[in-house]
């Protein structure tokens, strides 16, 4: 489908100019009905920027090369046109393919997006080497937000602060003005990334909160720590991951710890979203493979309210 086409069918199903909705917490931001931006936004912890209380993930549709039948770039300006200000990506979704597609609308639209990337590697040398090749897919000269990437059980998280280690190099390119922010990702063990976080002061964490019960440990010994250093918290995850594995309808996936949250009981795609505006968090990150699903999702934010703590309770019992 031609970008055009793509936008127009968008269009007809409603998702640009439906009206912004009612407040979703008075943490939040309303914007005037009908406007490029008429999600609501929040605050991204102590950085004093306002962001989407959704933000386009960088895998499933986004890292997919353009075809006749899908088109990355125009799945990302229906998000930007719709409201979304936060893109998610990494070098490591699909080789560099997902920086790429978004790379087609920030040359156009950058100043539009608060942006994100990430790298896996742990030294001053090979972070440096990341961002550059980053840039370059991204078509910019910074990024908003430089995250390390995946913090694992293998991590040694106090190398990462020495004149070689990775964070070293994050804060020489915050002086450089490369990136405005740093962060922290990870989604293997609420302990390991509680450490790093008291350690070292980022300005985010993205990790991954859902109703399931082995996610429990990062909703009740993460979140709380990231909240009380005041750090953007941005959720991933709140589908069970892969193909959506918690969403009512959506086929089973075989469970790849730490990627994938089955479950016997599943839930509609709005509740799961409900569910993780409920938490002290500044913005959920939704992978999306169509306009159908993008559009269904931003309408889930937009006129429907976060859950309160008993419907979040009731929602963990019945996912289990």
């Known amino acids: 489908m031609k970008r055009r086409e793509f936008i127009k069918a968008a269009a007809a199903a409603g998702i640009i100019g439906l009206d912004a909705g009612r407040l979703i917490s008075g943490s939040e931001t309303r914007v005037e009905p009908g406007t490029p931006q008429s999600l609501p936004q929040r605050q991204l912890g102590k950085t004093g920027v306002k962001v989407s209380v959704l933000a386009l993930g960088g895998v499933i549709g986004m890292q997919l090369p353009p075809s006749k039948d899908h088109d990355p770039a125009a799945l990302a300006e229906l998000a930007l046109d719709s409201g979304i200000t936060y893109f998610d990506t990494a070098p490591s979704y699909n080789n560099g393919q997902s920086e790429t ?30 961002i550059e090749q980053s840039l370059k897919r991204l078509r910019t000269d910074h990024v908003d937000l430089y995250q390390v990437h995946g913090m694992n059980f293998q991590d040694r998280h106090e190398a990462w602060g020495k004149p070689d280690g990775v964070l070293t190099a994050m804060q020489k390119l915050r002086e450089q003005k490369v990136t405005r922010f740093i962060g922290l990702t990870g989604h293997e063990d609420a302990e390991i990334l509680r450490r790093a976080i008291e350690l070292y002061e980022f300005d985010t964490l993205l990790t991954t909160l859902n109703p399931v019960s082995r996610r429990r440990q990062f909703r009740e010994k993460l979140l709380p720590v990231a909240n009380q250093k005041k750090m953007g918290v941005i959720a991933m995850k709140l589908m069970g991951g892969g193909n959506g594995c918690l969403v009512k309808g959506n086929p089973s996936k075989t469970l790849i710890q730490p990627f994938h949250d089955d479950t016997s009981n599943q839930a509609e795609a709005e509740s799961l979203i409900r569910y993780t505006l409920g938490l ?41």
Not at 101 to 126: H, P, S
Not at 304 to 317: A, G, K, N
Request: aromatic share 6%; net charge positive; hydrophobic share 40%.
């Open 101 to 130: 597609n978004y790379g087609q609308v920030l040359a156009r639209r950058r100043n539009e997006v608060f942006l994100t990337t990430k790298t896996q590697d742990r030294t001053y040398d090979g972070a440096m080497r990341s």
């Open 280 to 320: 002290p968090i500044s913005v959920a990150v939704i992978g999306v493979a169509s306009a159908a699903q993008l559009t269904a999702n931003i309408r889930a934010a937009r006129e429907t309210q976060p859950m309160t703590s008993e419907e979040q309770w009731d929602l963990e019992r019945l996912i289990g």
